[in-house]
Each structure stands twice: as C-alpha cells, then as structure tokens.
C-alpha cells in the first residue's frame, strides 16, 4: 500500500512551477482579456481538491520599480532592510519581489507631509488629510499609486531605508483550481482575468494578473505557488443535486467540480448558470459546457449575455425565470454554491434566492432568511467570492 507523503512545499516555501500554457479564452472582438493557465506541479508533491486556490507569488513589472526609483533619486543598489527580516538586500530587489508599491493609504499621505518640505505641497497634503474631506481622499488614493505620490509631491526627500519601511508586503494572490485532480494530478488549471485599466492619466497592470501572461515564459521561468484549502467543495454525497453559479471568471471550480463529478461517475444532477458580455466573445469554456450539456453531464446549462440585447441580462435574473425549478431542487436537497464577484453579483444572487424562496416556497421574509441560513450551517449554501 502505497504512503502519502506531505509535500514540503508551502505558503512559506512556495514550489516553483513550470507555466505550460496560457491561453485566450475570449474570441476576436472582444474588449476583455481572460486567460486559461496550465501549471506543471511535476514532482512536487502538492496535491488539490476542487474548490481549492492556487496561491501565485508575483513579482511587480521592471518598469514600475524603475520610475519608482528615479522619482526617488536612487540607484536601486542601496541595502535596505526588510521588516522581521535580518539580511540586507538591495533596494531593486526589494521593490521587485518583496513589497507593494500599489494602493497607498492615508497613512502614506501623513508619511509624505512629514517629509515635504514644499508649502504648496503641505498645503495640499494637509487638505488630503482633513477629516473633512475623507470620501475625496479615498478616491484620491484609489486612483494613485506610489510613483504618482512621488511625482506629484517632490520635496518629500525619503532615504532607501525610509521608503520600504512605508510600504506592505507583496502577497501572493490567491486564484480558484478550474481543474480536477483526477484528471489532472500533476497539473493545475487557472482561468484568470488579465487586470489593464487606465487612472489619473497612467496606464495600471494587475500585479499578479499580467506576471502570469507578460513576464512569466514556459522556456525560462517559473512560478512561485502553493495550494490553499478551501471550505468550498463538492458534496460528500455524490448523488446529492448541484446548483452553480459563476460568471465570468467565477466559471473556475465549476469546471473543476464538473470534470470531478464525470471522472468519479457521480449520479448527483448537476445546473449551472454562466453568463459574461457577449455569447460570440466571451463564452468561457463553451465548447467544453455545451458537450458537457449534451452528453447529460449537465441536467441544465443557463447562459446570460448582459450586452447582447438592449436590456441587460445576468444570472440572478436567469434564476428568477426557473424559480419554481430552482425551489424544487432546493427543497430536494440540492447543493448551491456561487462563485465571482462579491460585490454585486453575489449580493444580486442572494437577493433572487430570498425571491424565489418567497414567490415559490411560500416562505416570509424572516423564514426565508432562516431557510438560507441553515443552508449555510449544513454546507449546502457556498460562496467564493472576491
């Protein structure tokens, strides 16, 4: 009998795996940019089930840390130290692999009135921090990152030292498993939305987002990773129902769940509502759920394409048409779990289950409420939202 052996590789020793291939998944014409990534974990050890993240360790882009740099008057070969660190490394190191220099805080803002020695530069530092005028601040900052600070208040002189200690570490950013480990064992699948964006007249990239496609090679690098637990994951019982929901890049550890569901012959009906801009462009997987749905892998596949008619359309809305559907499968112990963005959809979602609750289990407000809590209790009610 074979023993399982805990890989030695962790958050705090990432693997290095090798990138094997990254992929457009939207078609021609399309305004956005979602790729799906294949991971070699090789010999490594690291095993998954679905629901679990991927976490990537980025490294920020060279020409960031140069303009950060220059607007600071340094050559990048000074030492600096790092925060419950002991060894000296260099200040381009620092700011490559090591710290953030994206999103700055109010705090940073006080840093740089310390510092300024410009009035004009006070005085506009001093309006920032106003109490006053909080809401303005925080779009001020979210639309800033340290190299506009740096440009747009000069005369804050910081030594190398100084600067790092003023800025956070840079975390790995953690990214759903969109495959299954019994098909793939020794690799891990990523669908992930490449962040590009435009704020106070400077050209932004995703940390993480753009490592993946823009500075990682198959040939010459690979990636810092490890694989995080989730409380996400298939029902015990593989013939209990399962309803998804996840749009756009919320599609992941649905195409995890369903490869598992059809690789261990589990009996269980499977409904899944997936829906982006554009059903020409932007219909991830699509190939793979339309044979999935004609084969009966799929009991139903519901698709909402929000730009392909005048008014919009979005999954909350796909489920209020099957109400009575949805209710019945709920009421048979189904299993449902939402995947994607959390501060619309999931919110949206959570709104039409209360509807359809009301409308077709008869259910009041209150009752409603209890229903979906004690889904939650008994782990039929999952979300993995960002």
């Known amino acids: 009998m074979a023993i399982e052996v805990e890989s030695p590789y962790n958050k705090n020793n990432p693997f290095l795996a090798r990138l094997t291939e990254n992929s457009l998944l939207n078609s021609e014409g399309t305004i956005k940019d979602t790729r799906h990534f294949v991971l070699e974990l090789a010999d490594s050890g690291l095993q998954y089930t679905c629901g679990d993240s991927l976490g990537v360790f980025p490294i920020n882009r060279s020409e960031d840390v140069e303009s950060v740099l220059q607007a600071l008057g340094a050559t990048g070969e000074e030492q600096v130290v790092l925060p419950k660190t002991e060894n000296a490394i260099s200040l381009r190191a620092a700011l490559m692999t090591k710290l953030s220099i994206a999103a700055p805080k109010r705090k940073t803002l006080m840093a740089f009135a310390d510092k300024t020695e410009n009035e004009d530069e006070k005085a506009r530092l001093t309006e920032l921090l106003d109490d006053a005028n909080k809401e303005t601040t925080a779009e001020y900052l979210g639309n800033r990152e340290f190299i506009d600070l740096l440009e747009e208040f000069p005369s804050a002189k910081f030594t190398a030292q100084e600067f790092v200690e003023r800025l956070r570490k840079l975390v790995p950013r953690l990214y759903s498993i969109a495959s299954s480990p019994l098909l793939y064992p020794r690799e891990i699948h990523l669908t992930v939305a490449v962040v590009r964006y435009q704020t106070n007249n400077r050209q932004r990239h995703g940390v993480c987002s753009t490592y993946?496609?823009?500075?990682?090679?198959?040939?010459?690098?690979?990636?810092p990773v490890f694989v995080a637990k989730?409380?996400?994951g298939l029902p015990e019982d593989n013939s209990s129902a399962m309803i998804m929901v996840g749009p756009g890049t919320g599609i992941a550890p649905f195409r995890a769940f369903l490869q598992e569901r059809i690789a261990s012959k589990a009996t269980g009906k499977n409904w899944l509502f997936f829906g982006d801009q554009h059903q020409a462009t932007d219909y991830l997987y699509g190939e793979e759920l339309d044979a999935m749905k004609e084969n009966g892998h799929l009991?139903?596949?519901?698709?909402?394409?929000?730009r392909d008619q005048d008014h919009k359309i979005y999954v909350q809305d796909k489920m209020l048409e099957s109400g009575a559907e949805m209710w019945s499968w709920l009421s048979n112990g189904a299993y449902f779990y939402v995947c994607g963005d959390a501060k619309y959809m999931a919110k949206d979602v959570h709104a039409a289950l209360h509807t359809i609750a009301q409308v077709h289990g008869g259910l009041s407000e209150k009752d409603a409420e209890a229903y979906f809590k004690q889904m939650k209790k008994d782990k039929r009610y999952m979300r993995d939202v960002y």
Not at 299 to 306: I, T, V
């Open 212 to 223: 993946l496609p823009d500075r990682v090679t198959p040939e010459e690098f690979c990636v």
């Open 230 to 232: 989730s409380h996400f």
């Open 299 to 306: 009991e139903r596949l519901d698709l909402a394409w929000s």
